[in-house]
């Protein structure tokens, strides 16, 4: 099973009043380790969680590679693949623009999408133009992903959840 996995608003939170956490990883600061001092916000205890789900984790996000060369470093896990997004413009319309291509690459297999953007529109969309099951977990962006959010994704991958 695929796990498309964005990293702006779903492993690093923004929006929320109050200061963020500042974590380390490694014993590094983000600042040192990759010139990039947001991903101090994002916590490296999601990465053992995220390998444990036992999915196939895929980079689903703008940040292309650089979410191996900082991001995967970050929580300890393995450069994983990435998403080539289409230069192709998307159909006006209120389907985000990374619902066709992520149905695309997951080649009628399983998929959990993790976003802070999904919308019903890509749920409906996805019902009617995937062939299996698909999880499309909208994260809320002021908190990146929590203990609930791994909650619905554990029971969905046990097969306890919705489609």
Known sequence: MLLFLDVDGTLIPFGAAGPYPAYEAGGRSSAHA??????????PGLGPRLAALGCE????????????????????LPPLPVVDWPDEEC????LHWKTRPLVARAGGRPFIWLDDEITDADRTWVTAHHPERALLHRVDHRYGLTDADFAVLEGWIGGLGPT
Not at 34 to 43: E, K, S, V, Y
Not at 91 to 94: L, V
Request: hydrophobic share 40%.
């Open 34 to 43: 990759t010139g990039n001092p947001l991903l101090t916000r994002i916590d």
């Open 57 to 76: 984790l895929v980079w689903a996000t703008t940040w292309m590679d650089e979410a191996n060369d900082c991001v995967a470093s970050w929580l300890g």
């Open 91 to 94: 159909p006006p319309g209120p």
